[in-house]
C-alpha cells in the first residue's frame, strides 16, 4: 500500500508534533508517523525557554501549556542530612513589553507532547504509531518512505525529526560531528517520593572524591519528581525500582522506602553532536536527528521546536502559495549556525562555564546573516531586519496579538504604507513604539523580521518573492 502526502514526519516527539501543527494551519497535507506505540513517557526536556513560549502563543497551545507547569523552584543544596543554604539555578530577568516570557516555563516532555497531540487532532491532523521507517528512495518528484511492515508512503517532502538515532539520517548516509560532553554516566527518572518536600530543587552534592551527585526535581503540574544522579564512567546503571531506591538512599538523607514508584527511568552519557548536513534532496533533517544537546541549560527541546517553527511556514509557502522551491534551502542556511551556537551553550552549561540566563533564553537569536534578511536603512535602529520582533503595543495593538497566525505583519512606525499591501500582509500602524524606533518592518510568519527601511522604498519587490503581490 502506497500512501501519498506533501509532507511525511518522522518522529512524534515535540520536533514532529510542533511541524505536524503548523503544517496543519497552514492547510498543508502532512502525516505523522511514530515507530513506537505512543507518545514518549518520560520528563526529560522538561524547560521551556521564553522563546519556545512566544511560538507556543503563536501555535495555539500556550494556555494550555502555562496550565500545565510552572516556574522552576530555587535549588536547595544539602550536607549530612541538613539544609546548607540556597542556590540560584538561573539569572533573574523582569517581564518587559517586548518580552512577556523572561525565565523558563518548567513542563514535563510527555506533557508538552500530549498538548501539542491534541492541539494537531484539533487542526484535523493524524500521528500513525507502530511505523518503524527502514528505508527510503528520492527523485525529482518526491520520496518514497520504506517501513518495517513492509509497505511504504511517497511524499512530496520528508522530516526526519526521529531522534539522535535517527533512522532517516542514516538511511540517507548523513553523519554527525560530536565529541563527549561527560564521560559520566547519567541516570534521569521520574519518580514518586514521599518525605521531600515540593517547594525547591533539591541538591546533593558528592559525600567523597569518586562519588557523583545527585539532584532531585519537583516536575511542575504532576505529583513526580525528577531524579538525575551521576556515576562514574563506564557503570552500568540500574534502571529498577530497588536501584534507584539505593542511590537515593546513599546520596541523601532519604530513607529506601522513601522512593515509593518509578514511572519512567532512562540512561544516557551527555554528549553533542550536529549533523554534516540539514538537508538531502527533499529530505529534511530537525531536532535531536540534526542535533544532539546536553540537557543541561534546557536548550535541546526548545531549538528542536524551532527548527520545526522555521521550516513549518516555508514548506508552507513552497506547497499552498507557490513560492519556488528554492526557499527551502534557506533551511539549512539559518538553523544550522544556531544549533551550532546552541551546542556550545549547553555544552558550556554543562561544564559550569556558561550560567543559565540571557545565553539561554533564546531572545537574542536571529537571522540577520541570511540571504532572506534585507536591511535598507544606512543607520539601522533597535531593531533591524534578521532580528526577532519584539512585543509591545502599537497604537492600540498588540504586536504579538497581531503576529499571532500563519501570515506575514507589517509593522509600521511613523511612516507611510504602500497602497496594495494591505491586501497581502497583516498591517499594523502607530506613531510611536519605543522597542523598534522608527521605520518600516515585515515581519516573516515565524515573528522575525525579514525586511526594514526608513521608509517602503523596496518592499514591493521583496514581497513578491515570497508570492505576495
Avoid at 379 to 407: C, I, N, S
Avoid at 430 to 445: D, E, K, N, T
Wanted: net charge negative; glycine share 14%.
Amino acid at each position: 500500500m502506497s500512501v501519498r502526502t506533501d509532507v511525511l514526519i518522522v518522529g512524534a516527539g515535540p520536533t514532529g508534533l510542533a511541524l505536524g501543527v503548523d503544517l496543519a494551519r497552514r492547510g498543508v497535507d502532512a502525516l505523522v508517523v511514530e515507530r513506537a506505540d505512543g507518545l514518549f513517557p518520560g520528563s526529560r526536556g522538561k524547560g521551556i525557554q521564553p522563546r519556545t513560549m512566544e511560538v507556543f502563543d503563536d501555535l495555539g497551545v500556550l494556555d494550555a501549556i502555562q496550565a500545565a507547569g510552572g516556574s522552576y523552584p530555587v535549588g536547595m543544596v544539602w550536607q549530612d542530612g541538613k539544609r546548607a543554604g540556597e542556590h540560584q539555578m538561573f539569572d533573574p530577568a523582569e517581564v518587559t513589553e517586548d518580552s512577556p516570557h523572561t525565565g523558563p516555563w518548567m513542563v514535563p516532555q510527555w506533557r508538552t507532547q500530549e498538548i501539542l497531540f491534541a492541539r494537531l487532532e484539533e487542526l484535523g491532523g493524524t500521528v500513525t504509531f507502530g511505523r518503524e521507517v527502514v528505508g527510503l528512495t528520492q527523485d525529482e518528484d518526491g520520496v518514497t518512505v520504506h517501513f518495517a511492515a513492509g509497505d511504504e508512503i511517497r511524499a512530496r517532502y520528508v522530516v526526519a525529526a526521529d531522534g539522535g538515532r535517527s533512522a532517516v539520517r542514516r538511511a540517507l548516509g548523513i553523519g554527525m560531528t560530536g565529541e563527549t560532553v561527560d564521560p559520566s554516566s547519567m541516570l534521569v527518572a521520574d519518580v514518586r517520593i514521599a518525605g521531600l518536600d515540593r517547594n525547591n530543587w533539591h541538591i546533593f552534592p558528592p559525600h567523597e572524591e569518586g562519588d557523583g551527585y545527585l539532584a532531585i526535581c519537583p516536575l511542575a503540574g504532576t505529583e513526580d519528581f525528577q531524579v538525575v544522579a551521576q556515576f562514574p564512567e563506564g557503570t552500568t546503571v540500574d534502571l529498577s525500582l530497588d536501584g534507584i531506591r539505593k542511590t537515593v538512599a546513599a546520596r541523601s538523607h532519604l530513607a529506601p522506602e522513601d522512593v515509593t514508584e518509578v514511572r519512567w527511568a532512562s540512561d544516557f552519557r551527555p554528549r553533542a553532536a550536529l549533523a554534516d548536513r540539514f538537508r538531502a534532496g527533499r529530505v529534511f533533517l530537525a531536532g535531536d536527528a540534526a542535533h544532539v544537546h546536553s540537557p543541561a541549560g534546557g536548550q535541546g527541546l526548545n531549538t528542536s521546536v524551532q527548527d520545526a517553527y522555521n521550516l513549518g511556514w516555508k514548506l508552507g509557502a513552497v506547497l499552498r502559495d507557490g513560492v519556488d522551491a528554492g526557499l527551502l534551502d534557506s533551511y539549512e542556511e539559518e538553523r544550522r549556525p544556531i544549533a551550532a551556537d546552541m551546542l556550545g551553550v549547553s555544552t558550556g552549561v554543562h561544564r559550569g562555564e556558561v550560567r543559565r540566563g540571557e545565553a539561554t533564553r533564546q531572545l537574542g537569536l536571529g537571522y540577520r546573516e541570511s540571504p532572506l534578511t534585507v536591511e535598507t536603512r544606512a543607520t539601522p535602529g533597535p531593531v533591524r531586519a534578521g532580528d526577532r520582533a519584539p512585543d509591545g503595543m502599537l497604537g492600540e495593538v498588540r504586536l504579538f496579538d497581531a503576529f499571532r497566525g500563519p501570515h506575514w505583519t507589517l509593522v509600521a512606525v511613523g511612516a507611510e504604507v504602500p497602497s496594495g499591501v494591505a491586501g497581502v500582509v497583516r498591517v499594523v500602524r502607530g506613531g510611536v513604539q519605543g522597542a523598534y524606533g522608527s521605520g518600516v518592518f515585515l515581519v516573516r510568519p515565524d515573528g522575525y523580521v525579514g525586511w526594514a527601511g526608513g521608509g517602503a522604498a523596496g518592499l514591493t519587490k521583496y514581497l513578491a518573492r515570497f508570492g505576495l503581490r
